[in-house]
């Protein structure tokens, strides 16, 4: 019997289905497979949906989450964590406990709220058990400008200076850094803002991409951050390198044709055979 002899850097994502195959597990899972690692999934809640909307979601037992990630972490050597759709209180209650219990870090936190069509992925109720429960666990947390809006309660930041503001308040619920992704706002340049204690604010442009296949960009960019913790990365280059990865799944996915609404980035440019070539 042959013995194994490579390394692979393993991550974990803790997140939702997506049964369409862009965003949650799904672009989790591609985004580890693309940058190199050995990717490991817990499911929190199934989703029934496509690149027009959701029509249903199934949250799994807080119980069955834990089982999950006991399951994991008793076994696999645990690089990096990212969590995704938690849906409702009941499940950000049973994955805090479950990443503190298992010691899993570093851990990064996409506070996902609302899907790319418009539909809900977190009930209102949960967004104050996210705040107490999830971001003092994180080394960084992701909010879009929406939900930075909604984590400080302050109306949607208009200007980089308002951006930098919501982040350092953010910040003071504990995470170690917050990154307020700019996607969401306007202009030719996306500019994101990383903030963190223990360094000055960085602000972080790109081009915008005019595309309306959007669907799974911040799934994709905070596993892709939680990739490059694995690797090794300070969290600043690996949000560099993470953003950098996005922007070149946007770019190629803006060709592809999948399904009639938001269709998803292409997380596999970088390894996309076309059937010919196999
Ligand atoms: O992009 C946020 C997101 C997270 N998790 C799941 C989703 C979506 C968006 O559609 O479906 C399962």
């Known amino acids: 019997m042959a013995r194994p002899t490579e390394r692979v850097r393993t991550a974990l994502t803790i997140a939702g289905s997506d049964s369409s195959g862009g ?31 959701v029509s249903g979601v199934f ?27 938690l849906g409702d209180r009941a499940t950000v209650e049973a994955v805090a406990a479950a990443i503190a219990r298992h010691k899993l870090c570093p851990l990064v936190v996409d506070p996902v ?28 947390v992701t909010p879009n400008l929406d939900e930075a809006a909604r984590l400080t309660g302050l109306p949607r930041a208009r200007s980089v ?3 930098e503001a919501q982040g350092l308040s953010i910040l003071a619920m504990g995470p170690k850094s917050v990154l307020v992704k700019g996607g969401h706002g306007e202009g030719d340049d996306v500019v994101d ?59 190629h996915g803006a060709a592809l044709q999948v399904g009639h609404g938001n269709g998803p980035v292409d997380h596999l440019y970088a390894i996309r055979r076309t059937p010919s070539a196999i």
């Not at 604010?201 to 799934?219: E, K, M, W």
């Open 23 to 53: 965003a949650g597990i799904q672009a989790d899972l591609k985004t580890f497979t693309a940058l190199g690692i050995y990717g490991a999934s817990v499911l929190t809640a199934l989703t029934a949906q496509n690149t027009q909307g």
């Open 59 to 85: 949250a799994i037992p807080g119980d069955f989450i834990a089982q999950q990630v006991a399951a994991v972490a008793a076994d696999l050597d645990i690089r990096a964590i990212k969590t995704g759709m």
């Open 113 to 140: 709220m609302v899907a790319t069509s418009g539909d809900p992925l977190l009930a209102p109720d949960a967004i104050d058990a996210v705040r107490r429960l999830m971001l003092p666990l994180a080394a960084v």
């Open 161 to 163: 200076a308002e951006v």
């Open 193 to 251: 803002v990383l903030v963190s204690a223990a360094s000055p604010p960085l602000h972080l442009s790109a081009p915008r991409i005019d595309t309306r296949n959007t669907h799974g960009t911040g799934c994709t960019l905070s596993a892709a951050v939680a990739a490059f913790l694995a690797l090794g990365q300070p969290l600043d280059e690996a949000v560099r390198r993470a953003k950098a990865f996005v922007w070149q799944a946007l770019r």
